[in-house]
């Protein structure tokens, strides 16, 4: 079952968010029926866009982590 082998993926490709789980497997459903695959997998997966929701939450994690970094940067530094 596709959420009992993908569940960290699904979450992760989501961003926890259920509209856009539900919109990435119904993409990746159409590509699936369309490319002839007729199967979901993570390679499947991989080249199906997500939506905006889950775009832009991703985009503020790697943000959020880009401000982490650089503060432990910074807070290196001041202790040298």
Excluded: P
């Excluded at 119904?26 to 499947?44: I, K, M």
């Amino acid at each position: 079952m596709l959420a009992d082998d993908l569940f960290d993926y699904l979450f992760i490709r989501s961003s926890g968010h259920i509209g856009s789980l539900m919109t990435l497997i119904n993409r990746g459903c159409q590509r699936a029926v369309r490319t002839g695959v007729e199967r979901l997998d993570e390679d499947l997966l991989n080249r199906v866009k997500i939506d905006q929701a889950a775009h832009l939450a991703q985009d503020g994690e790697r943000n959020r982590l880009k401000g982490q970094r650089s503060r432990r940067t910074r807070q290196k530094a001041v202790r040298r």
